[in-house]
């Protein structure tokens, strides 16, 4: 029992510590006209980024209502802001529904997509995990996708400054976002 302890104990100690940070927070996809968008597109400008996909039922929309609510709370100093929603469905996902998707929710948040290879690399220097889930049977268009969920903010710089986890309250989200906008004030 206790070299059984021991070896599980051995085991984590060399396991990659996974903190949650982005292995490299750069990305380059397209928005909805069809431009291509890096990280540097909003260099200046804090970034609230998450990933899903139009056809989520429940954490999407949750958390992109979520977005919305952020933005309208801050009012004036969402100027200083850029809400990013990058698929993980490219397949279905194209730069039109990711653009009318965001829309709907606020105009401001802008829907990133691209090829499929390039949506994984972007999602794997996040450390956000995806599979695509097809119920036996279903048609080849017919699946869901399996996600992380949360948004991670990148300050001005496009360095990491932290993630919010999924279900984190909007007045929470919006008293950092602002604290952290005060630091950069002063700096």
Not at 16 to 22: H, I, L, S, T, V
Not at 58 to 66: H, I, K, N, Q
Not at 74 to 82: E, N, V
């Given at each position: 029992m206790v070299i059984a302890?021991?070896?599980?104990?051995?085991?984590?100690?060399?396991?990659?510590?996974?903190?949650?940070?982005?292995?490299?927070?750069?990305?380059l996809l397209m928005d909805s006209q069809g431009h291509s968008i890096d990280e540097t597109t909003f260099a200046g400008r804090f970034q609230l980024i998450t990933f899903g996909y139009t056809f989520c039922p429940?954490?999407?929309?949750?958390?992109?209502?979520?977005m919305a609510q952020v933005l309208e709370a801050?009012?004036?100093?969402?100027?200083?802001?850029?809400p990013i929603f990058i698929t993980v469905d490219p397949a279905r996902d194209t730069p039109e529904v990711v653009g009318r998707y965001t829309a709907f929710f606020d105009a401001r948040i802008v829907g990133l997509t691209g090829a499929p290879a390039l949506v994984a690399r972007v999602a794997e220097n996040y450390r956000v995990r995806f599979e695509v889930v097809r119920e036996p049977g279903a048609a080849e268009a017919e699946y869901s996708v399996d996600h992380s969920a949360g948004m991670f903010l990148l300050g001005p710089a496009g360095e990491y400054l932290t993630k919010f986890a999924y279900g984190t309250p909007v007045p929470v989200i919006v008293r950092r976002l602002k604290a952290y906008f005060d630091a950069a004030r002063y700096r």
């Open positions: 302890v021991a070896l599980v104990g051995l085991s984590t100690a060399h396991a990659e510590y996974d903190d949650g940070r982005p292995r490299n927070p750069r990305f429940d954490v999407c929309p949750t958390t992109l209502a979520e801050l009012g004036d100093g969402a100027a200083g802001l850029q």
